[in-house]
């Protein structure tokens, strides 16, 4: 596996369901995010880890909760979704967050979720 | 967030160059300007970054103006696999380890054969 993989690539999951999608860079980056893209919305940054430590969390709700176990793996484990929290979930990951070299972005396919 | 406009969409003829425009007045002196693409059903990719001087790179080119208030990426042959969402992104570091690239809307570009 090359570049950044991201499991399962489609998901249906009922409101009271709990679900986790997974993340994984083959890139020896330090740091990963959580983009959201709804339909026709801009894409929206949820969380970033930089070296493992959760370095932003842009006013997600806790029904989101990231986890980042190590500089290769994030996850996002989903609980009591909404409706409206269908959209592309995306996740992606950089060298690190210090300069405008090291932040080249390298996406994943991203998780399609459809909640019901 | 430093904000960035480009048109809703655009179009092209498949092999002609294609000029996709971004006006970013607001830019400080120290933001880098940024362009990801996304095509249909993918996640971004990384297309080019520039901060002062003009870039080439086997993707694109990236021509910034003088006084840095906007910028065009110019794509020299368009294929019809170019067809995407393009991104004109400012990168802000806010302080320390955290710099930060924000996505708005871009532009759709459609390639006709």
């Known amino acids: 596996e090359t570049g950044v993989t991201q499991t399962p690539r489609h998901l249906v999951m009922g409101m009271t369901n709990k679900k986790s999608l997974k993340c994984e860079q083959h890139l020896g980056h330090n740091a990963m995010y959580w983009y959201k893209q709804s339909a026709k919305k801009p894409l929206e940054l949820m969380f970033v880890?930089?070296?493992?430590?959760?370095?932003e969390n842009n006013s997600v709700p806790s029904r989101f909760s990231p986890e980042c176990p190590n500089s290769s793996h994030l996850f996002l484990h989903l609980h009591t979704l909404q409706p409206e929290d269908s959209a592309l979930y995306l996740c992606?990951?950089?060298?690190?967050?210090?300069?405008?070299?090291?932040?080249?972005?390298?996406f994943g396919p991203g998780t399609r979720l459809t909640v019901l | 967030d430093a904000k960035t406009t480009q048109p809703n969409s655009m179009e092209s003829n498949e092999e002609e160059p294609v000029h996709l425009p971004c006006n970013h007045s607001?830019?400080?002196?120290?933001?880098?300007i940024h362009w990801y693409r996304q095509l249909p059903s993918q996640g971004p990719e990384y297309v080019i970054h520039?901060?002062?001087s003009n870039v080439n790179n086997r993707m694109a080119s990236l021509a910034i103006a003088e006084d840095r208030k906007s910028s065009t990426l110019i794509l020299h042959r368009a294929t019809l696999r170019d067809a995407a969402v393009y991104y004109c992104?400012?990168?802000?570091?806010?302080?320390?380890?955290?710099?930060?690239?924000?996505f708005g809307k871009g532009t759709l570009l459609t390639v006709n054969p």
């Open positions: 880890y930089n070296f493992k430590e959760q370095t």
């Open positions: 992104i400012l990168g802000v570091n806010s302080g320390g380890s955290n710099y930060k690239l924000t």
């Open positions: 607001t830019i400080s002196g120290t933001d880098y």
């Open positions: 992606a990951s950089s060298q690190d967050r210090g300069s405008a070299v090291a932040n080249e972005q390298f």
């Open positions: 520039g901060l002062t």
